[in-house]
């Protein structure tokens, strides 16, 4: 077994099985904006990150959300100018490129945060443990890091509960998982690309906003 992504937790696989409230709304005609503001603490360079960029697009693309990667810089040098800071879920994610492990074990990739409805708009990506994950023996750092980025926009845009048995969204991946990702072949279900979009769409006609009190772990 590979280093794994994230830790399951008993609360998150007990609501794997939560209805989905918003199943039966026709989100199909809709098209989905996503805009990701990415601040690179860990100082990823440019290359690697042109290709996480690429693989979060192709990943998302197939799930019928469009991306715009904001780069809001690294430490010392942030693009204030982007709007970075002017995060709001559902339309407006962000990401910190972490780059010491803190207080995360030595196999978890990424954490993201959510509130007590299930919506959250920042996640964390370690790249010192990415790194140095053996799973480079099968894929590129870039492409790594786009999947482990666009996992835990997943869990934002999913909410509570949104680990699988398999794929883009299970929680430990394994060989088989990773050789998809190294073919490009790693992606949302049809199921989970239509709860993203429902999820979406009923965050933003509500204008949810992007207060982020009373945020507790959830999908890692
Ligand atoms: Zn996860």
Redesign the pocket.
């Known amino acids: 077994m590979w280093r794994k992504?994230?830790l399951a937790t008993a609360v998150v696989l007990a609501l794997v099985a939560a209805p989905n409230a918003d199943a039966g709304q026709d989100t199909h005609r809709e098209t989905i904006h996503l805009k990701v503001s990415v601040f690179n603490d860990a100082q990823v360079p440019l290359s690697v990150l042109r290709e996480a960029e690429a693989r979060t697009q192709s990943v998302l693309d197939e799930a019928g959300i469009t991306l715009t990667w904001l780069d809001c810089g690294t430490p010392g040098k942030w693009h204030t100018e982007l709007g970075c800071r002017d995060i709001s879920f559902p339309t407006h994610l962000s990401v910190r490129l972490v780059a010491a492990k803190k207080a995360v074990s030595e196999d978890t990739f990424?954490q993201?945060y959510l509130n007590e409805q299930g919506e959250g708009n920042y996640a964390n990506v370690y790249v010192a443990t990415l790194s140095s994950a053996k799973a480079l023996d099968v894929i590129r750092e870039g492409d790594l890091l786009g999947y482990v980025v666009v996992?835990?926009l997943g869990?934002l845009l999913l909410g509570i509960g949104?680990?699988s048995a398999e794929g883009l969204?299970r929680?430990k991946w394994g060989v088989s998982e990773l050789r998809e990702a190294a073919r490009g072949n790693l992606l949302f279900s049809k199921i989970e690309a239509e709860r993203m979009r429902a999820r979406y769409l009923s965050a933003a006609a509500r204008g949810v906003g992007g207060d982020s009190s009373k945020l507790r772990i959830s999908?890692?």
């Open positions: 992504l994230c990424g993201s996992h835990e869990h949104s680990h969204m929680a999908g890692k």
